[in-house]
């Protein structure tokens, strides 16, 4: 099974990057290997709305996103990591999501939707928020959603804690290690 993951966290070491870190172990501990893309060291600039996707479903901006395109048509699982910034997922998640234009043309308008493996396609999104405010995490699945209907993945889970702000303060937290390992598990089960 293919498993590609997105950090969308700029914290080195921080809630995002430690709860990712768990899923990983379980998809690894199940056999599969995992490809992360560090949003924030990537080089994605914001979708310019140039039309240039329109008609063939692939995007004219020559940056990291060609190798995310590459690795999304592919992918039998995908997890979205992102701390929630402004009631909403970090810039560096959007600015990729909203590159995703292209797959959007691909299925609505030229209606081929990214093919789905043996293994169907699934999701998986990671929330972490500093508030104990449900909007947060209301507003930022609404986008993943979209992200994630998008690209085809017709179903995904949702894994989020709230009212962790400090950096690696998830440790502290009683289950959330735990609940990150086993959805890592889960999400590669068929
Ligand atoms: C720019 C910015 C905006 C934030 N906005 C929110 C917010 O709207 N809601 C919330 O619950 N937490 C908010 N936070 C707190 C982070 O979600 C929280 O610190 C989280 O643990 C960061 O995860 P990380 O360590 O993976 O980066 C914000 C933090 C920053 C830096």
């Not at 997105?6 to 199940?30: A, C």
């Not at 959007?94 to 797959?103: G, L, N, P, T, V």
């Not at 959007?104 to 939707?113: D, G, I, N, S």
């Not at 290690?177 to 889960?186: M, Q, V």
Request: with cysteine; net charge positive; charged share 25%.
């Amino acid at each position: 099974m293919n498993v590609i993951a997105f950090l969308g966290s700029p914290r080195k070491e921080g809630n995002t990057e430690l709860l990712l870190k768990e899923v990983i172990r379980g998809v690894e501990d199940s056999g599969f290997s995992v490809q992360i893309f560090e949003l924030n060291s990537m080089s994605i600039k914001p979708c310019q709305d140039c039309g240039g996707c329109d008609e063939t479903g692939e995007c004219i901006l020559n940056d990291d996103m060609e190798g995310i395109h590459k690795a999304i048509r592919t992918a039998d699982r995908i997890i979205l990591a992102s701390p929630i910034f402004f009631f909403a997922l970090s810039a560096q998640t959007k600015a990729m999501i909203d590159r995703c234009q292209s797959f959007w043309c691909e299925k609505y308008l030229l209606k081929k939707p990214v093919p789905a493996g043996k293994a169907g396609r699934k999701g998986l999104l990671l929330l972490v928020g500093g508030m104990k405010k449900e909007k947060g995490v209301q507003c930022a699945e609404s986008c993943a959603t979209a992200f994630f209907r998008t690209i085809n993945v017709p179903e995904h889970s949702v894994l989020s804690f709230l009212g962790i702000d400090k950096k690696a303060e998830i440790l502290k937290h009683p289950t959330a290690l735990e609940d990150a390992y086993r959805e890592g598990r889960k999400l590669v089960t068929v």
